[in-house]
């Protein structure tokens, strides 16, 4: 098959989606002979319009897996307003060092209802938005490794294809979809409140730069007071993250309490990134 432009769509609160994303659709682009777009929906702005995708384009899905799915408020957007139209596809996720659970196999499910012919995937391990040490510097040159190998194998599929696919690729992951994954205590009781966690402000080291605010994914830091976070909080952490003095950080007791479980659990353990063709 003739593809015309590989596509990298992508949510990527603190960049580790996107820099997979965004190699897997240049190196697919280049061994296709194909142009390269992008498109970031992390932003407010990035979702106020539907996106729409052609026969003669490939798309790169990329997303963090968040409570073992896909971000439950990026789901709508994901659901709703990317559309193929017999369009192939390679969907995306990338997990914290835990696991991604129905992640990946939900992707493909919403890409497949909407009209796109997924025919690889990828589960890659990328540092965990909570903490420095859960799957730290990943996606790391192993990893990226194994992204090159998925474009190699995917770019060759491709050319080998006289039509579409009778079935998308197969992937791990329950069918139904699974609940969210719920932080519980050892006890097994569900952490209290832990929706509500926001992120603070270290007023001594904010210099009102106003980063936090624009890197938001929900819009949810006030621009003017930045240490009001007035909106809903996804836990992404771009603010966290990406602040240059280190001004932002989570003192809520539930949430320091799974942060801390998952790092005992997990971060002593290397996971395993996978691929699927």
């Not at 599929?157 to 719920?182: N, S």
Request: net charge neutral; with cysteine; aromatic share 8%.
């Amino acid at each position: 098959m003739e593809i015309k432009t590989v596509w990298a769509v992508y949510f990527s609160g603190t960049g580790t989606t996107e820099k997979v994303a965004t190699h897997l659709a240049r190196s697919l682009a280049g061994q296709l002979g194909a142009q390269y777009k992008s498109h970031d929906y992390t932003q407010p702005k990035g979702r106020e319009n539907a996106l729409q995708f052609g026969p003669d384009e490939l798309v790169v899905l990329g997303t963090p897996v968040y409570a073992g799915r896909v971000p439950n408020m990026m789901l709508p957007f994901v659901q709703n307003s990317i559309h193929g139209e017999g369009t192939l596809a390679v969907p995306v996720v990338l997990y914290g060092n835990r696991n991604f659970d129905d992640g990946l196999m939900e992707l493909k499910q919403v890409m497949t209802a909407n009209g796109f012919l997924p025919i690889a995937g990828a589960a890659i391990v990328g540092e965990h938005s909570f903490s420095k040490i859960l799957g730290a510097g990943r996606p790391d040159g192993e990893d990226m490794a194994l992204v090159d190998q998925l474009a190699q194998q995917t770019a060759e599929k491709v050319k080998g294809l006289a039509a579409l696919p009778a079935e998308p690729v197969q992937v791990e992951g329950c069918d139904p979809i699974r609940p969210y994954y719920t932080p519980r205590d050892r006890n097994g009781e569900p952490i209290k409140d832990f929706l509500k966690a926001k992120p603070v402000t270290d007023l001594d080291k904010c210099v009102r730069c106003g980063l936090c605010a624009r890197l938001c994914p929900m819009g949810a830091i006030d621009p003017n007071d930045v240490s009001q976070v007035v909106g809903k909080c996804i836990k992404c952490c771009a603010c966290v993250k990406k602040c240059p003095m280190g001004a932002k950080y989570f003192d809520h007791e539930g949430y320091l309490y799974h942060q801390h479980e998952l790092e005992d659990l997990y971060a002593a353990r290397r996971a395993e990134s996978k691929i699927f063709i």
